[in-house]
């Protein structure tokens, strides 16, 4: 059978008696305040890296807390590369606390000992910004694997940071790790996987936290670079077609957020951002040209990249979805 037919995800939809995806009532922003990073994860779906130039400007983040006044949004997810790398991150987040908007914060942790940014766990904490940390693994050996020698050492260190300003301590401060697979297969179930990563860190380190959010890597930019060059990348498509799982597809993030790029187009999902796929008919559209309440039951855009979302036990920003 021709690859493009089996890899087709709309057909995958139908054979699994599910609709067309649709939107369901809007109920986050995730915004990426820029790709700059103080890291360069081979996993990165965003290709983020210290020598990215790409950055959301102040009037950029002025039109999208205009949207918000208009249009109700009780909840934002900030993400880059590192948010906090953007210049005008904090007087964003600042703003959108004085609209008491619920943030989330994509953090990697070790952006914490950039300078500048030394103050980074007591100014989250008085905020109660809710904090997603990337952590993929507990082992130094495969943290330093995929996102850089000495990375393991120094988000310990950031943890510990968060630890003493009440993250994971206090329940008005949410510190979420992320664990992502080392190579091409699924994550493992994301329960017990996270009673290994508590029993770990706490007996090793001291360290606690909330909640671990388990994600598949999907096939998209510096990861699918990697597949390609390993000669993976149709294996994993493979292995993703063949553990599609209906159940999640309720659930998928694309169908309750808008995902808007450092210059404010919006896109379905980060990923589709990625990949330059605008929604609809593909025009480029920003945030400002659109209002929420017109968005529900639109279709969403797919492609091959959605069997990552959809394998196993589902994957989004917030972990498994089944």
Known sequence: MDIKVRHNFTQTLRDHGCPPLRRARLSELQINTGYLCNQACEHCHVEAGPKRTELMTWETMQRILEWIDDNHVESVDITGGAPELNPCFRIFCDALKSRNIAITSRCNITVQFEEGQEDLASWYAERK???VCSLPCYSRKNVDQQRGKGVFDKSIQGLLNF???????DPELTLDLVYNPVGPYLPPSQSSLEIDYKKALSEDFGIVFNRLLALTNLPVKRFRHFLERTNQLEDYQQ???????????ENLMCRHLISVDWQGHVYDCDFNQMIGM???TGKPTKLW?????????NLIRVGEHCYGCTAGAGSSCGGTLD
């Open 129 to 131: 910004i809710r904090l």
């Open 163 to 169: 630890n003493q300003y009440g993250y994971g301590i």
């Open 239 to 249: 292995l993703l077609l063949e553990n599609f799982n209906p159940l999640t597809v």
């Open 278 to 280: 605008h929604p609809g």
């Open 289 to 297: 040209e659109l209002e929420a309440n017109g968005l529900t039951d």
